[in-house]
């Protein structure tokens, strides 16, 4: 079961994933989530495998009491919301109020609008989405009109747990190809050390019992495991550290289940960005990173460019690995130990640093909102167009797509009648106007 339908699965079901045994059945089992600060030997299993996953108890949530992180990631708001257990309820809320009419999630659903699941050019965030909504609402009402559908209303928090869904669903690993899986590991030389199939070396171990790990981010994490062995081992070979391109963990995972099938399987629960922001204090990465501030001697988390899924995202961080161990070498910060939920948790928390985007410019967003005519009826309010100042001051772009949703329809009429067009905004051009209409709401009473 591919991580993509292990999810629909579970959501179309409404179960609450973070706290839910997914997937499991015979030889079916949850790759451990609870074993934070267990000696890499330990987690690796008594025989010394290191494919031999502990199999999970309830995922639990908490901050570490003996934790003394060097800085602290932000966990507030909107990151606090976004969670497995709003990405389930907003996809039911997707069923229920009919986009599944029109939409389809990878492949399922209706056939009148795009997959909602497909990936497209650039990370999904929450200004992209708004902006998304915002620019084909003409289109989605007109089409609602002739197929006689409902506009159903969308409340508030409702629009944020189907941000969340979005946010999740954009975020799943693409199934991999097996022959391009072969190429990528014989170009990385991945055989001189490690078995597939009973061919290659005997140095690290047989690739073929990892056949079991069904998520990229499971590898990418042994990997880490053994990182500092590894980089020895491949230093004594004459070999480089590998450096993955997009797409190819997924590729060889495909590949080598192909030649060595297992009826094993071991899933990841999906991550927690909140989690994932209190790992980074646990395990010390704030020693080195930043996270939106400035300084440090590593990257500032909130600024590295990442792929848009958490596999690729997973492997990013693989890559600079060897750059790391020299950096805690020098500062002395013995490597942690990081399973492979935890490690699910933090590449989930760096996504959401993407998603969770940086306000715009305010002042560029007045003269947008007067260029675009928005002015005309937002500036003193009108019965159908509220005043800024008696807007909500929400931080979120989710509150701004809840009210076009459900004003929407009646704006177009009236653009219409008035022999107006309506306005299209660029992702940037939505940010900084979210961010004018905060601050004039902030000068006002807030209203719903």
Not at 202 to 229: C, F, H, I
Not at 262 to 279: E, W
Request: aromatic share 6%; proline share 5%.
């Amino acid at each position: 079961m591919s991580t993509k339908h292990l999810l629909t699965a579970v959501l179309a079901a409404v179960v609450l994933i973070a706290v839910a045994v997914l997937g499991r059945g015979t030889g079916e089992t949850i790759a451990d989530s609870t074993t934070s600060g267990q000696s890499a030997a330990t987690a690796e299993g008594a025989a010394g495998d290191p494919t031999d996953v502990p199999e999970a108890q309830t995922a639990t949530a908490g901050a570490a009491e003996n934790a003394a992180p060097a800085r602290e990631a932000p966990v507030a708001g909107r990151l606090a919301r976004l969670t497995p257990d709003a990405a389930a309820r907003g996809w039911q809320l997707f069923l229920d109020k009919r986009c599944i009419d029109c939409h389809a999630v990878w492949g399922r659903g209706g056939d009148q609008a795009p997959d909602l699941g497909a990936a497209s050019s650039g990370a999904i965030s929450e200004g992209r989405l708004a902006a998304a909504l915002w620019n084909h609402g003409p289109r989605m009402w007109t089409k609602i009109e002739d197929l006689k559908l409902p506009v159903e209303p969308i409340s508030n928090e409702e629009m944020e747990d189907i941000f969340s869904f979005f946010f999740y669903v954009r975020n799943m690993d693409a199934a991999g190809d097996p022959r391009l899986g072969r190429l990528a590991m014989l170009r990385h030389g991945c055989r001189e050390c490690h078995q597939v199939s009973g061919r290659g070396g005997d140095l690290g171990p047989d690739l073929s019992k990892w056949a079991r790990y069904t998520n990229p981010v499971l590898w990418v994490q042994k990997m880490w495991e053994a990182g500092p062995a590894m980089r020895e081992a491949m230093k004594e070979k004459g070999m480089e550290w590998p450096v993955f391109a997009p797409g190819e963990i997924t590729d060889m995972i495909a590949y080598v289940r192909s030649v060595s099938p297992s009826s094993d399987k071991i899933y990841l629960q999906l991550g927690v960005p909140a989690d994932g922001a209190r790992l980074l204090q646990e395990k010390r990465c704030l020693s080195c990173h930043e996270v939106g501030g400035s300084g440090g001697e590593a990257p500032d988390l909130a600024s590295v460019s990442l792929p848009g899924n958490i596999a690729e995202a997973a492997v990013n961080v693989l890559n600079h690995l060897p750059a790391m161990l020299t950096l805690m070498g020098e500062r002395g910060i013995e490597p942690q130990h990081i399973n492979a939920q935890e490690m699910a948790h933090i590449v989930t928390y760096l996504l959401s640093q993407t998603y969770i985007e940086k306000s715009g410019n305010a002042e560029q967003g007045e003269a947008i909102f007067t260029a675009k005519g928005c002015i005309d009826c937002h500036g003193k309010g009108t019965q159908a167009a509220p005043a800024l100042a008696t807007m909500h001051a929400e931080d979120s772009a989710a509150y701004f797509s809840h009210a076009v949703w459900n004003s929407g329809q009646k704006m177009l009429k009236e653009l219409i009648a008035d022999g107006q067009h309506w306005p299209t905004l660029t992702h940037a051009e939505m940010l900084d106007v979210l961010a004018y209409m905060r601050s004039s709401a902030k000068a006002g009473p807030a209203g719903e």
